[in-house]
């Protein structure tokens, strides 16, 4: 069996090296490949592992996202005891612009501005393209800032984007 990393959930892509865990059929901790700083994820992770373990058969493989944000997969090894190897990565959202459409709840025409500024088109441009004036461009862009919380368009790029985590957006 091989336990290469290959993507499998379509809307999301990988961002690090994949974290091992070994844990027993109660999804205790036997080894870790991880650091310190992924560590803290351990507790988050725990409850997904044990899910995935539970439905696993021998030699059988579980795929879940866990935390919107691991790709965790869980297989069943062959053993005397009853173990598990999870493997774990980071991952981040390929979509992120229909994400951010759900997640600040932009209507359509907010939406429209949004998918222009990001072409690079100026208020100008973007009314013409949308039938508007340019002064109507204008809110638009004010709203999309203020539903994203950001200081300016750069800034609410990187929100969009998912280049700034809710940790960063808390600040």
Not at 46 to 67: H, P, Y
Not at 80 to 105: D, H, W
Not at 127 to 146: E, G, H, P, W
Request: contains cysteine; glycine residues 4%; proline residues 2%.
């Amino acid at each position: 069996m091989s336990l290469m990393m290959q993507p499998v959930l379509p809307h999301h892509k990988r961002r690090s090296t994949s974290l091992i865990y070994i844990v027993d059929d109660q999804a205790n901790l036997i080894a870790s490949s991880s650091l310190h700083s992924e560590a803290r994820e351990w507790p988050s992770l725990r409850g997904t592992i044990a899910r995935l373990a539970a439905e696993c058969g021998d030699g059988e493989q579980r795929v879940a996202l866990a935390n919107g944000s691991w790709i965790v997969r869980v297989i069943r090894l062959r053993n005397e005891n009853v173990l598990y190897a999870a493997l774990v990565e980071k991952c981040r959202i390929r979509e992120p612009l229909s994400m951010a459409r759900t997640r600040f709840g932009l209507s359509q025409r907010e939406f429209d501005v949004l998918s222009l500024l990001l072409d690079g088109k100026t208020a100008a441009e973007i009314a013409q393209t949308l039938c508007i004036a340019v002064s109507t461009t204008v809110d638009y862009v004010k709203r999309l800032m203020n539903k994203t919380n950001a200081r300016n368009r750069a800034d609410m790029v990187a929100i969009v984007l998912g280049w700034k985590d809710d940790r960063e957006l808390a600040r």
